[in-house]
Every structure is written in structure tokens, then in C-alpha cells.
């Protein structure tokens, strides 16, 4: 759900060489890293492959994997070759007008971590963008936790809902949005933009809605007005979401 494509790399601050920029040393060695976990996934997919095709078995998983494996390797080699390309001064400097460090921002919060992630981010959006996208799968169960505090409080005086309520409702929430967008990238593909901006905007209201009223047994009324929040509570989430793992890839 991300879409978001990754290059580049972390500077320190100020003027400095990138040759000996402890960020952009951080940024190859991560892309590094990254690039021999991905060759050893295909080699291992392959392998799996050629030993089941030797066994005469059914192959039709494993060559999927294989494919998967390539499209990762192929993804992560194309985010280190520009990552090198940092590596290049003047080639940098060149393409930046002046200087050699990323532009950044004017923002100081006085908490460190905050503020080191958000100069790294800045900086080097492409390889933040990069690592955002590697990491949100893998911390997308934080989605249900953060949600849950929200939920909670559209219903804190009802005593016949628990919190495990509000724990089923996100996950088939989720579950919901997974496949819309699902749906949404195959139309996209198909070249119907135009159904997919309706679908977008459309769909997911009506879901909130349909199962608000179902779920915990609300009025039209009630289901109304809990909607319209449940909109803003999902971009809010969504937000926290993001700078969460923004953190916790940094």
C-alpha cells in the first residue's frame, strides 16, 4: 500500500566529503546487506526449484517464488546502483546545484531521535522512501494497536463492548482495505483509472458505514456520525503508522 520507490543515501550535516560521510557509509552498507539477503533468497528459491523438478513434484509454488525472489533482487540492485552513485561527489553535487549534502529541513523538536530522524529523512528521501517500503510489511500489525485506543473511545460508555470488539473490527477492516486495493491495482493496470478514482472514494465509506451498523448494532444515525470519524481517525493512524516505522527504520 505504499508505493513508494527508494535511492540515495544518509549525509551528515554540513559540507562534508561522501567518501567519508558516516551516512552514506550507513546507506551502502544497509544496501548492501539488503542486496545479499535478496541473492540469497533466489538462490535458495532456485535451488528448492531444481531440486522438486529432479523429484518430478508439482513446481508451480516454487517458480513463484522464484519469480518473487527475482523481482526483489532486481528492486534492490537497482536502489544500490544509485546508492554508489551518491558516492560520487561531484556527481552529486552536480545534480543538487550546490553542495553536496541533500536539502533537509529547518525542523528541531529538542527530542534527539526525532530530530535525527527527520534530518535523515529529509535528506535522503529516495533511500528513506527505500526503507519505508521494506520495512512497513513487516511492522503492518501495528495498524490494529494503534487503532484500537481510537475505537475506544467512540464507545468508552458502552459496557456491552470490550476492547476485543475493536480488536475483530480493525482486523476485518484491514482485511477489507487489503483486497480493495487489491482490486484497485488489477483495474489500474487494466487502464481503468477512471473506475478506480470512483472505487477510491466511494468504497470505503460505505464499508465503514455498513459495518459500524453491523458490527456493534448502531443506528443510521449513530452510524453516520461514527463514520465521518472513523474517516479522520484512519488518516491519523495511518500517519502515526508511518512515522513509527519512519523510526524504526532510521
Request: proline share 2%; aromatic share 12%.
Amino acid at each position: 500500500m505504499f508505493f513508494l520507490f527508494f535511492i540515495g543515501s544518509y549525509f551528515s550535516k554540513g559540507n562534508v566529503d561522501i567518501g567519508q560521510s558516516d551516512g552514506a557509509s550507513q546507506a551502502r552498507a544497509e544496501i548492501g546487506a539488503d542486496l545479499a539477503q535478496a541473492r540469497a533468497t533466489l538462490a535458495s528459491a532456485e535451488a528448492a526449484l531444481a531440486a522438486a523438478q529432479q523429484r518430478g513434484t508439482q513446481t508451480g509454488a516454487l517458480v513463484n517464488d522464484v519469480e518473487q525472489a527475482r523481482g526483489e533482487l532486481a528492486e534492490v540492485s537497482n536502489a544500490a546502483r544509485v546508492v554508489n552513485m551518491a558516492g560520487d561527489a561531484q556527481d552529486v553535487a552536480r545534480r543538487a546545484g550546490a553542495g553536496i549534502t541533500g536539502p533537509g529541513i529547518d525542523f528541531k523538536s529538542g527530542i534527539a531521535f526525532i530530530d535525527n530522524a527527520v534530518e535523515h529523512a529529509t535528506r535522503n528521501p529516495e533511500l528513506t522512501a527505500y526503507k519505508l517500503k521494506n520495512t512497513a510489511y513487516k511492522f503492518s500489525f501495528l495498524l490494529v494497536p494503534i487503532s484500537l485506543p481510537f475505537l475506544w473511545l467512540m464507545f468508552f460508555w458502552r459496557r456491552d463492548v470490550a476492547m476485543y470488539d475493536h480488536a475483530v473490527f480493525s482486523l476485518y477492516s484491514l482485511s477489507f482495505m487489503a483486497l480493495l486495493f487489491a482490486l484497485l491495482f488489477v483495474l489500474q493496470f487494466a487502464g481503468l483509472s477512471g473506475i478506480v478514482g470512483v472505487l477510491l472514494f466511494t468504497v470505503p465509506p460505505v464499508h465503514m458505514f455498513v459495518q459500524l451498523r453491523g458490527t456493534y448494532g448502531l443506528s443510521w444515525g449513530s452510524s453516520l456520525w461514527r463514520t465521518a470519524v472513523l474517516q479522520t481517525i484512519v488518516a491519523v493512524v495511518f500517519l502515526t503508522y508511518l512515522a513509527l516505522i519512519l523510526f524504526l527504520s532510521a
